[in-house]
C-alpha cells in the first residue's frame, strides 16, 4: 500500500512533558529536532503555546509557554520539519500569537472538550486568519454524546479548520471503534482532513493509527518511544518503519532514543503499565492511575482494581487529552 | 461482539521459559495454574513435553521435559484449565507418553517448520490416538512459499488434528497480513479449528490476536505480562478484559502479575525493545537481536541497524517459532 497521504506529527516534547513536566533540556529538544528532520517526520509539536498569566502556579518548563525568541535560539535553521504547537481554550491569550509569516510556528492546533467547539473555532478562525495551518482536536471522544457530537460537526464544517483530530484521550478504544469513528468524521466532515490521536493503554496506539491511515486519515500523531501522558502514545520509530513513503529514515530515530530516550525512560516511566491498562479498559482519565504510579502502592493492582471497579469508591474522573 | 467462540491458551511457561531458561519455581507455576483457573483461562501450556535423550547438553528446568508425577506434585486437584504441552519435532521420545487418560495433558501441540508437515502429522496421529486434543504449530508463516503452504494444506486436512495455528514466529505480521493468512487457512482448511500465536515486535500482537478472533479463530495463545522469547506474545491479561465473555475475570490475573510478574520482569528482559522491533520490522528471527540484548552493547541501535540492514554483514537468520 503507498501511504504518501499519511503525515508523522510527532508530539514527544508536548505530550511527552506530561511526564517530566516539560524538564527538556534545548539540546534535548534541538537533537530531537534535526533527528525527526532527517528522518522526514512532517511536523514536531515542540510545545504548548499557552499564556502563563493564564495558568496558575505553573512553574513548566519553556516548552508550555513557547516563545518566538526563544524558538529561534533551539532551532537556529529549521529544516523541511514544520514546526507545530498546542493551545487549551481559555489558556491562551490572542495577543501573544504573531502572525505565521514572523513566526517559527506553522501549525496551532486547539484541543478541546465537545462542549467548547464553539470556542475552539473561534480560536481556529484567527489563527487561519494570522496564516498558520490549524486543526481542531475534540478531546474524550469516547465519552461524547451522538447528538453533541453531530452538533460540533455542523459548526466545524463551516470553519475554516484545515484538520478535524479523533482523539482517543483515554486509550480506551480498538480497531472497530476507530473504523467506526473515522468513517462518521468523513461522512460529517467531508471537506476536511482528518487526523489520529491515540494513547498505548492497551497496546494499541499503534495499530489503531495505521488502521485509521488506511482508512484515509492524514496526520497521524506519534512520539518517539511512544513517550507521552500515562501510558503514552503511537510510536513514532513504529510508523517510521512501517508507512510505505520511501523518504522516511528510521535510522535518525533509533539514535534519538539511543542517546536520549532510553536515559530519559531511566528516570521517568510510560507506556504499557498495569494501572493505565486498567483506566484505558474503563474508559477513564489516567489521573486515578498516574497517582498510584507515584505513590508506595504503584504495583498493587488487584487492590486498585476493586477501587476503581467498586461503586461506593466513585474514583472514576473524566476528562482530559 | 460476542467472542464466546474463542479460547485462551496462556503459553507463560513455555514460551517464557525460552526467556529465563524455564527456571519458574514449582510454587510459582501452581500459583499461575491456579489463577488461570481462577481467570476462567480454557489452557495452560505448562511445558514442552520433549526428551531430555533427544535434547543435547539441556540443563533447563523441568518445565522443558515435563514427567507426568512431576505434573501431579505441581498441580495436586486440576480445575477447569486444561493442560497443553509442545513438543518439537525430532525432540519428542513417543514412548514417554503415557494415553490421555493416565495424564494430566489434555492437549498436545506440534510446532513446526512447513517442511516438516509430514512428520508433524505423524506425530499429531499417534497423539490423537492416544485421546489428546491436538494442534500443529506451523512456524515462521512469514517465510513460506505459497505452494510449499499449499501443500501442507492438502496433507493437514487428511489428519486428525483438531486445530492448526496460524504462528507469527517473527513478530512480523500486521492486521492485513492476518486478514489475508486466516482467510487463506479457512478456504483450505474448512473443517479445522484455528489458533493463533502473535509476537509483539512491533506491538500488535494483541491487535493481531483480536483481529483474527474477529474472523473466527478460536484458540488465541496469549502468555501472562506478555511473558515470551524476546519481544513477548500477546498479554493474557489484555484478552481476558476484552473479550465478551461473562466468564472472564481480570483479578486473578492482575493478582498474578503483581506477585509474580513484576519481581521477575526486574531479573530477565521481555518485551517491545527496540532490537526486538528491528528484527520484527524486518521479518528476522529475533536471536540476533537477543544475542546484542545479552552483551554490552544492547543499546547501540543504530550500529546493530546497520549490521542487520547491510549485504556484506550477513547477520539475517532465518527460523523459528
Sequence with gaps: MNDTHAKILDCTIRD???????DFSVE???????????AGVEYMEIGYKNSPKLLKGADAGPWRFLEESFLREVIPEKGNTKLSALVDIGRVDENDILPRSESMLDMIRVACYVKDVDKALDLVSKFHDYGYETTINIMALSNVMEHDLIEAFQQIAKSPVDVVYVVDSFGSLHHRDI?????KFQR??????LGIHAHNNMQLAFSNTIVAAERGVQYLDSSVFGMGRAAGNCNTELLVSYLKNPKYELRPVLEVIERRMIPLRDQVEWGYIIPYMMTGM???HPRVAMALRSGDDKDKYAEFYDKLTSPETALAAKGGE
Design 16 to 22: 511527552g512533558g506530561l511526564v517530566n513536566n516539560w
Design 28 to 38: 534535548f529538544v534541538r537533537d530531537l529536532y534535526y533527528s525527526l528532520n532527517a
Design 179 to 183: 473504523e467506526y469513528l473515522v468513517a
Design 188 to 193: 460529517h466532515l467531508p471537506d476536511k482532513q
Design 282 to 284: 474503563l474508559n477513564e
